[in-house]
């Protein structure tokens, strides 16, 4: 035990004065008696009144040194040392990230409690020379609470902290915590998780980590994927996933049903069993000619299923319809090359257009907004600096990207092209720092090049087909089916699949910087986006398991997957860092705790025992036994 304010100890001299009030006489007044048998009791109080006698019996005296020496013990401050050593400021690390709602029977604590109640003891064993700073990490972190002392500022800290139901990142809690030691400096860093965590991060580590691991959960059993793709009879086959914990083989009922719908009846129901390191899949098939709000339920039949919100994936399916495609009428071969195709709107043509292309093919400008954009003979403004069309003369490409779904069974072997671009710096990298990648070479500079965003796949190519042999060759319908698959991926018309939490994916809403109003899960309260000024509105993140509904739009969004690594809750026993790898603890680090509050409440129940025989009664306590 030790003593953060010794110097206190003076106060101990206040016994003295406290002791020397019962050494002094009594004096008494002359007070005429009827009896002389009162003199009896005059005779005992002079022997009462004698100093070390008077001092042995009173009770009273003892109860008031009692009280005065607990009172300086509680300022000198005393306090157990912890089995680490003591630091004057300590970051705190705590993960938020899904596999910290795990618990280990229904209806337990979850993971993160278990870490906040870890915390909650620093909290109260903080001495005045000590400070705390909460910093809470998923895939992103975030400060709660700054150095500080103030216990009351530390709990409410702590006690914002929720689970968000995203994968965990490491290094994003110690960048934060970096930049926090930039400010106040400090030499150790407490990091609380389950542990389940990348076992390697990128960083050089300034100071020392304590890795607290939380103790494991109940085995858990949830859904890692869902995915579904339209058959060659135009149906969606639905492929689900399940995958266990490493610790059992975990088995349960999966049931498809409609999203919202009122009956309980499902649409279909299989039994699925996990075995521990290996994925469960299982397949179902649904109409494709209307749209389908589909919803997956697994239920455990463990008696306790670690995890929850990954027993449920929600998956949207539009209904059958051909791909809208524009083409300018100046690409006669390519043209007739999509006329050959089942389910594609050829335009301009005699259907009525659509609000949205998918698909727009043009060698001229394009002003059409589409998932998916093809310019033949045209450079993008922000490579024109880079590149430049040379005097026809016929070349041959030199080599083309052919793990590129657009170059699947397409040979560039013997295409002859006229137009030749040029490029100053023939680089990859030069291209790559600006977004492009090159897909096509030619002798002296790239002949195709993607770029992708996130709303938004654009190919450049710089050359003009009807200038080349390539429509004359086998590959070009080839090439051609290609860029129509690739479209129907990007309109969701030929695969789908569940979104996972995280970022949601944003859309084109055609209106620029408008206000769209998402109602988030729950009662997660609203969030406004902005539509950019090409009508773009970003992505939307999405921290819990749930609906979201856009009042503009695509209208309600179900986020639902889990990382697979937060449904196995997979464990690591040490992060390997750039310079050093740190273990997990065996024990819980024991911290300092201080005993003055102890001390103060045995001194108040002293004072109410005094008050209680002492003060009551007229008299005090003896009174009251001479009445009795």
């Given amino acids: 035990m030790s003593f953060f304010s010794p110097s206190a100890a003076w106060l101990f001299l206040l016994a003295l004065p406290l002791i020397a009030l019962y050494f002094l006489k009594l004096k008494r007044p002359q007070v005429t008696v009827p009896s002389l048998v009162l003199w009896r009791r005059v005779l005992d109080d002079q022997r009462v009144n004698a100093p070390f006698q008077r001092f042995k019996r009173n009770l009273l005296l003892l109860l008031q040194l009692l009280l005065l020496a607990l009172l300086i013990l509680a300022a000198m401050q005393p306090f157990m040392r912890g089995s680490d050593d003591r630091v004057s400021r300590l970051p705190v690390l705590i993960d938020c990230s899904a596999s910290m709602a795990a618990v280990e029977r229904r ?18 064993g903080l001495l005045p020379d000590q400070e705390l700073a909460i910093i809470s990490f998923s895939d992103t972190a975030r400060q709660r609470c700054g150095f500080t002392s103030d216990r009351q500022r530390l709990r409410n800290a702590l006690e914002a902290i929720v689970v968000e139901e995203v994968p965990s990142s490491v290094e994003h809690g110690v960048r934060m915590v970096q930049a926090l030691g930039r400010g106040a400096p400090f030499e150790e860093v407490m990091l609380l998780t389950d542990g389940n965590v990348p076992d390697r991060a990128a960083l050089d580590l300034p100071f020392r980590i304590q890795f607290q691991k939380i103790a494991s959960p109940a085995p858990n059993i949830g859904i890692t994927a869902c995915r579904a793709r339209r058959d060659r009879e135009g149906a969606w086959e639905i492929f689900v996933e399940v995958v266990g914990s490493k610790e059992a083989e975990l088995s349960g009922a999966l049931l498809m049903r409609l999203a919202n719908a009122a009956e309980d009846e499902p649409l279909a129901s299989e039994i699925v069993t996990a075995k521990p390191g290996r994925a469960a899949r299982l397949l179902f098939q649904v109409s494709a000619h209307e749209r389908r709000d589909l919803e997956f339920e697994l239920i455990p039949n463990a008696p306790v299923d670690a995890l929850t919100s990954d027993n449920v994936a929600a998956i949207q399916l539009p209904p059958l319809r051909p791909l809208a495609i524009h083409a300018s009428e100046s690409l006669g071969a390519l043209r007739h090359a999509l006329q050959s195709i089942e389910d594609v709107n050829l335009f301009p043509g005699p259907n009525v257009s659509p609000d949205q292309f998918d698909l727009v093919i043009t060698d001229g400008p394009a002003d059409e907004a589409a998932p998916m954009r093809v310019r033949f003979n045209q450079i993008p403004e922000d490579l024109q600096e880079l590149v430049t069309m040379g005097e026809p003369s016929p070349h041959q490409a030199i080599d083309w990207r052919r793990d590129a779904p657009l170059f699947q069974h397409v040979d560039f072997s013997n295409v002859v092209f006229l137009d030749e671009p040029i490029a100053q710096d023939l680089q990859e990298g030069t291209f790559v720092n600006r977004g492009y990648d090159i897909l ?43 860029l129509v698959e690739i479209a129907r991926q990007r309109a969701g018309l030929s695969e789908a699949e569940a979104l996972a939490t995280g970022i949601l994916p944003g859309f084109a809403l055609g209106l620029r910087n408008q206000t769209v109003e998402v109602t988030l899960p729950g009662e997660g309260g609203r969030v406004s986006l902005t539509s950019d000024p090409s009508g773009y509105v970003p992505g939307l993140s999405a921290r819990r398991v749930g609906r979201y509904r856009y009042d503009k739009g695509p209208g309600e969004v179900s986020a639902s997957l889990l990382s697979a690594a937060e449904t196995t809750l997979t464990q690591v026993e040490s992060i390997a860092f750039r310079e050093a790898r740190v273990r997990a603890a065996d024990e819980t680090i024991e911290t300092d705790r201080p005993l003055w509050h102890w001390l103060a409440a045995f001194g108040l129940m002293v004072l109410i025992i005094e008050w209680w025989a002492f003060q009551r009664r007229p008299g005090g306590w003896r009174a009251s036994r001479m009445s009795s």
């Fill in 107 to 124: 209806g337990g604590k979850t993971r993160l409690d278990l870490a906040k109640e870890r915390v909650n003891d620093l909290i109260a």
């Fill in 440 to 482: 096509l070479h030619g002798q002296r500079g790239p002949l195709l090049v993607e770029k992708r965003e996130e709303h938004a796949l654009d190919l450049y190519a710089f050359f003009h087909p009807e200038r080349s042999t390539f429509p004359y060759r086998v590959g070009f319908p080839v090439f051609v089916a290609n």
